[in-house]
């Protein structure tokens, strides 16, 4: 942590002074000053934890606090760093406040953080309808597939779809990851933007995108296609069950590709791939193609087992655009066959 009490009084590490005696504003225990030529000046308990100081401060989450400061600072908003919210016993690592409007906490969050505390630290901020926003260090970096640990961040909003922002301190940037889309097999698709200026990034995200989903290409349905028969080739784990399940409803996986298999982008929700959800539903009803083309009731079985888990987003509209679109897919199988 940046800040302690000495005499009754806040002191900025970078300021303080070997020899004295350091006290943290939050447990009020003993703390202890780290200052050096190389690393950022910071306070740390002497043992124990702290309930409100509690995570190991990394020198990227020591630095990028006072540079997301700054840059809000420059955007013409007042600010304090580590400021212990008594009411919630909590402490965002940095809280703004723009033109006497209502303050905004903001976590910079650069360690392993589990779903259990991210959803009772925001539940805090909204018990006492204080806004709050998660920005993301580099161990979060989005790459070709989502994370539990990386979704559980993500938002969603009609003009830029589902984001995440992060916080670049080397480059002192932010950078709005958004119009997040996934499919199966495949590497996610998104849109960057890059930006140092908070006024430029709150004009961006105010901005309508309109984000549509990508079609796949034929050079893509291709792999994804490849990659699948790899998957029946191999034949284990999750797949191998559902190989099984097949085998003893008498139907050949291969067979259900058309149905199964995405034709374009979608949602980046489905921890498990979507396929896995859409061949169960169809095992489990028996209406394939000639067995029984009645209306698929794809809802009777549950999508939450196949779903990330993501506090900050309403899934059920998406879920039943899910349901529908499936159902669609199979009506059309389905009058084609006949």
Known sequence: MLIARTNGKSVFAADAKHGEHYWCPGCETEVILKKGNFKISHFAHKKGMCQIFSEGETPEHLLGKNKILAAFKNAGYAGVLEKHIQMLNQRPDVLVQYKNKKSIALEFQCAPLSLKKLSERSEGYCSKELKFCWILGQRYKIKKTLTQQISQFMQWSK???????YFDTVRSRFELVYGIQQADFLPLRCYHFYTESVI????????????????????????????????????????????????????????????????????????????????????????????KRDRVDAQSFELDNYLFQVPFINKSKFKKQIVLRFQEEVQLIDKAAD
């Open 159 to 165: 003009k830029l779809g589902f984001y995440l922002l």
């Open 200 to 291: 430029a990034l709150k004009k961006f995200m105010l901005q309508d995108h309109q984000i549509e989903y990508y079609q796949l290409t034929v050079e893509e349905r291709f792999k994804q296609k490849r990659l699948f028969l790899k998957k029946m080739h191999y034949s284990a784990g999750m797949f191998r069950k559902l190989q099984e399940h097949a085998y003893q409803e008498r139907i050949s996986l291969q067979r259900l590709t058309p149905l199964i298999l995405q034709k374009k982008y979608e949602v980046p929700l489905f921890y498990r791939k979507e396929f896995y959800w859409r061949t169960e539903t169809l095992l489990q009803q028996r209406k394939i193609f000639g067995l």
